[in-house]
Each structure stands twice: as C-alpha cells, then as structure tokens.
C-alpha cells in the first residue's frame, strides 16, 4: 500500500509538473510581425457626407476629419489572445483587406512563443473559408458554406473602423440608418439581400464603443448574438482607428479574441494574399 501511494504522488506530481509548464507555455508571447515592407500611399480625400445619423458624423469627424482620407487596401498586423478549447492562446496575425469586399487574416497560436496551430480566416469572391492546422498534422480544420458566408462578410465590415474605415462612409453598397443620439445601424448588401450591424458611440469622445449584430457561428442552423468592443483609438496616418478590438459570441462569458494591433498600412498591394 505504500509502495502504491508513493507512486500515486508520484504520478499527481508529474501531471501537476506537466500542467505547469502548460501553463507557463501559454504565458510567453510570439514575436511580433516585421512592419509591412510597403509603406502608406496617400490616394487623396472625399468630403464627409452630409447626410449621416449625426453619432455617425460625430464619430467620423474626430476619426477621419471633414475630408476622409480614402483607404481602399490595408494590411494590418499585431498579436492577441485567442480562446480554443477553453485555454487562452497567444497569437499573431497578419490580415489584408480590400475595402467593403474581400479579407484574408493569417494567424498564429503559439505555445512557448512557437506556433502550435496556424491558418487563416477568409471572405474572398463573395465566399467564407476557415483553415486550421496544427498539433504536428494531428488537427485540420476546414469549413466553408452559406453560414461562413454570412459570418465572413459580417466580419469583414465589423472590422473596418481598424482596416478600411473609408468604406464605411464612402462604399455605395453600405448606409447608416439613425437609432437615437448613441447609436446608428449600418446596412451592407450581402448577396442578394442586406445585413446590418449596430454601433453605439461614446457620448464624450463621439468614437465607437461597441458593434452588434447576429452572425453565423460555423454551421449552426441559427444566427447568434455577437459583439465587438472598440478602444485605445489611436492615429496612424492621419487616420485614428481602434488598437484593442475584443469580438464576443453573447451566449459565452467569455470573449473569444482579444487583438492588440502594432502596425497598420493602407493602399498598399495585397494582391500576395489577395488576387
């Protein structure tokens, strides 16, 4: 018996001793990115339009000023926190963007600063696509489909304040309906029908808090509550756009990204990611 316990304690302690140094793996960021090689090109500016909800004229004006400075691509890069399987994992990403049409993110998770899983997330030609590996081949997740249309598309304009902010004013096929002095609702065409998502703004700085909207979650029948929270603005290029975005399904306690942005390029060719 207590040749038996001894190898018992032995054995707890081995797990407490691999569980540790688990732990302390997720705890060690990545690298971050190297800056885009391309730098900002400046493509000129559009007078703000007249006839926006007026949270929405508050929040571009401190955002972009009267004339918005046009942004038709980005690159955008930095490093976060991403939820899997209930753990938190360091990443990196790196994502391209065509204004109001098509994204691509790369993303990293990593465990003692080295990626353990690595794909991308991506809306391209009017088509969702998720693909992730990892584990050393043992995990390979693919998904694609009408439910990662939806949501892919939803995505790409939830993030366009920190990557294409122009369109959000500029782009035909989006318009801002008003709510009340705190909040306005974006409609965007998605295939043959629109979607929209809703904003609320700060009433002391006029910037976006908070964006809402149903979406797609893989291949559920339904669409679920989703939320984006929007802070630490900061100017780059003359542009002030959100550096931590935080996306949350409503239904979970937690949020599910949690994204600190280190470096942002506009106009620049992204035809490496995107054709």
Do not use: C
Request: glycine share 10%; aromatic share 12%.
């Amino acid at each position: 018996m207590r040749r038996l316990n001894k190898a018992a304690f032995g054995a707890l302690g081995f797990l407490a001793l691999l569980g540790s140094v688990g732990w302390l793996g997720l705890q060690v960021e990545p690298e971050p990115f190297p800056p885009h090689p391309e730098r900002t090109r400046d493509l000129g500016t559009v007078e703000l339009p007249l006839d926006l909800p007026e949270p929405v004229r508050r929040h571009f004006r401190a955002a972009l000023g009267e004339q918005v400075p046009k942004t038709e691509t980005a690159v955008v890069w930095g490093r976060g926190r991403f939820n899997l399987f209930g753990l938190w994992f360091p990443m990196r990403f790196k994502s391209y963007h065509v204004a109001g049409r098509e994204f691509r993110r790369d993303m990293e998770l990593t465990w003692f600063g080295r990626p353990i899983f690595q794909g991308y997330d991506a809306y391209l030609g009017g088509k969702g696509t998720l693909k992730f590996t990892g584990l050393f081949g043992l995990l390979n997740v693919s998904d694609e489909g009408e439910e990662m249309d939806q949501g892919d598309n939803l995505v790409m304009w939830a993030e366009a304040p920190f990557t294409t902010p122009s369109a959000l004013v500029l782009d035909s096929r989006a318009r801002w309906e008003p709510i009340d002095a705190r909040a306005a609702r974006l409609v965007f065409l998605f295939e043959d029908s629109e979607e929209s998502l809703r904003f609320e703004f700060d009433p002391e700085t006029g910037l976006m808090k908070r964006m809402s909207g149903m979406r797609y979650r893989g291949r559920e029948d339904t669409k679920t509550p989703y939320h984006a929270e929007y802070s630490e603005w900061r100017t780059a290029h003359g542009i002030k756009a959100p550096h931590h975005p935080v996306a949350a399904w409503e239904d979970q306690e937690q949020p599910y990204a949690i994204l600190e942005i280190e470096g942002t390029e506009y106009n620049v060719d992204v035809s490496e990611k995107i054709p």
